[in-house]
């Protein structure tokens, strides 16, 4: 998915670190707020490069890494203490960028983690501390 996006780009001549998107544009690309990603920002997960008026711009490497956060935050269930900890430990693995949704879609299949458990995970949650229909009849 990467690595066929940054060829595509390398052939038409563009490089894929150069900021040229503005947080309008990311955001709806990722399908997320504004808000969000000066989140990710401020919690240094997404860092965009600053523009010589400040403004925040992302390059097509940056969107990819979006992609993967979203990627852990929606279908794994991951929070952002937990995707500073997965970006450290990929650093320190010199997993390359390209090849981080392959190595934690692996890491997450041998954990046996799914959206399908993540989702069942969420519905026990909150189901907990309820009593059931049938008890609160008899009351």
Do not use: W
Not at 77 to 99: D, E, R, S, V
């Amino acid at each position: 998915m990467t690595t066929h996006l940054i060829q595509t780009q390398e052939n038409a001549g563009l490089n894929p670190e150069k900021p040229m998107f503005p947080i309008s544009v990311v955001a709806d690309i990722l399908g997320v707020h504004q808000r969000t990603l000066r989140i990710y920002d401020d919690e240094t997960i997404l860092v965009p490069s600053r523009s010589p008026k400040n403004r925040r711009l992302y390059s097509f490497n940056d969107i990819e890494r979006g992609k993967f956060v979203q990627y852990l935050t929606r279908e794994l269930g991951i929070n952002l203490a937990g995707i500073k900890i997965i970006f450290h430990l990929l650093a320190q693995q010199k997993i390359n960028p390209g090849k981080y949704l392959e190595h934690i879609g692996q890491v997450a299949k041998e954990l046996n983690i799914s959206p399908e458990i993540q989702e069942e995970n969420r519905i026990k949650l909150s189901r907990r501390g309820r009593k059931s229909s049938k008890t609160q009849t008899e009351e």
